[in-house]
T-cell receptor
Framework: GQNIDQPTEMTATEGAIVQINCTYQ??????LFWYQQHAGEAPTFLSY????GLEEKGRFSSFLSRSKGYSYLLLKELQMKDSASYLC??????????FGRGTSLIVHP | GAVVSQHPSRVICKSGTSVKIECRSL??????MFWYRQFPKQSLMLMAT?????????EQGVEKDKFLINHASLTLSTLTVTSAHPEDSSFYIC????????????FGPGTRLTVT
């Protein structure tokens, strides 16, 4: 089976930087995804990491360390619209991603 | 980008009736589609994996006779909630993976089901 752990809730200030961590245990590994989900809406894809290292995409970056079973999503220059739930999902041996419970990020002025 | 539509977006039905939810990939072919259920402040819970032309694979604890899944074409999968009960009220989300992809999923906008 797979076990994915991420903080339940985080708060940050507009304009700041926030890092959302995700740790996982899985049998087999075929990639790690980050999704953003606003309340009442479906998740939208943010990033995919399958190799170790940092992937940068605009204000968002995602990091992966396979040996440590660890990833983080880094959000820079936070905006109010970034308030959302951020889901870490891991694709194991079956290729089907399993989702974590999500981290609710609250950005305040 | 890849677009997945879902219909209806919101439905209210009476207890004991059945509801069908459609999931379509609009600009790509999806050999695999996934059905999720999400309760408030909870994560996505995978209900079943649907492959075109074959029977769906249900996750443990999901009743296949209650949640009927049909994946008749490479662009359409349907979920029918049969004999709905108030506890089936939830947010149902489908996703689709393009053929030959890395199982990256594109999500539909979700269907809010309320059973009265």
């Amino acid at each position: 089976g797979q076990n994915i752990d991420q903080p339940t809730e985080m708060t940050a200030t507009e304009g700041a930087i926030v890092q959302i961590n995700c740790t996982y245990q899985t049998s087999g590994f075929n990639g790690l995804f980050w999704y953003q989900q606003h309340a009442g809406e479906a998740p939208t894809f943010l990033s995919y990491n399958v190799l170790d290292g940092l992937e940068e995409k605009g204000r968002f970056s995602s990091f992966l360390s396979r040996s440590k079973g660890y990833s983080y999503l880094l959000l820079k220059e936070l905006q109010m619209k970034d308030s959302a739930s951020y889901l870490c999902a891991v694709s194991g041996g079956s290729y089907i991603p399993t989702f974590g419970r999500g981290t609710s990020l609250i950005v305040h002025p | 980008g890849a677009v997945v539509s879902q219909h209806p977006s919101r439905v209210i039905c009476k207890s004991g009736t059945s509801v069908k939810i459609e999931c379509r990939s609009l600009d790509f072919q999806a050999t695999t589609m996934f059905w999720y259920r999400q309760f408030p402040k909870q994560s996505l819970m995978l209900m079943a994996t649907s492959n075109e032309g074959s029977k769906a694979t249900y996750e443990q604890g999901v009743e296949k006779d209650k949640f009927l899944i049909n994946h008749a074409s490479l662009t359409l999968s349907t979920l029918t909630v049969t004999s709905a009960h108030p506890e089936d009220s939830s947010f149902y989300i489908c996703s689709a993976s393009p053929a030959g992809g890395s199982y990256e999923q594109y999500f539909g906008p979700g269907t809010r089901l309320t059973v009265t």
